[in-house]
């Protein structure tokens, strides 16, 4: 994988995981889904389905 070298989308791309990781801290789930896009989705798995390479179980909240 290359390196960023804009320094400009590099300091775009801290800013996101900072106000991604700030909102998280926070459980601010509005600031959290602010830093997807629209329409934007997560994928969340457990770490044994990783382990024995089990499907992904779906979770959809509305």
Same mark, same amino acid.
């Given at each position: 994988?290359?390196?960023?070298?804009?320094?400009?989308?590099?300091? #775009?791309?801290?800013?996101?995981?900072?106000?991604?990781?700030?909102?998280?801290? #926070?459980?601010?789930?509005?600031?959290?889904?602010?830093?997807?896009?629209?329409?934007?989705?997560?994928?969340l798995t457990t770490q044994e389905h990783v382990k024995h390479n089990l499907p992904v179980g779906m979770m959809?909240?509305?």
């Amino acid at each position: 994988m290359g390196q960023i070298t804009d320094a400009t989308l590099l300091a #775009r791309v801290d800013n996101l995981q900072r106000a991604y990781t700030h909102a998280l801290e #926070r459980r601010n789930m509005e600031g959290w889904l602010a830093t997807f896009d629209n329409p934007g989705s997560y994928e969340l798995t457990t770490q044994e389905h990783v382990k024995h390479n089990l499907p992904v179980g779906m979770m959809l909240d509305d």
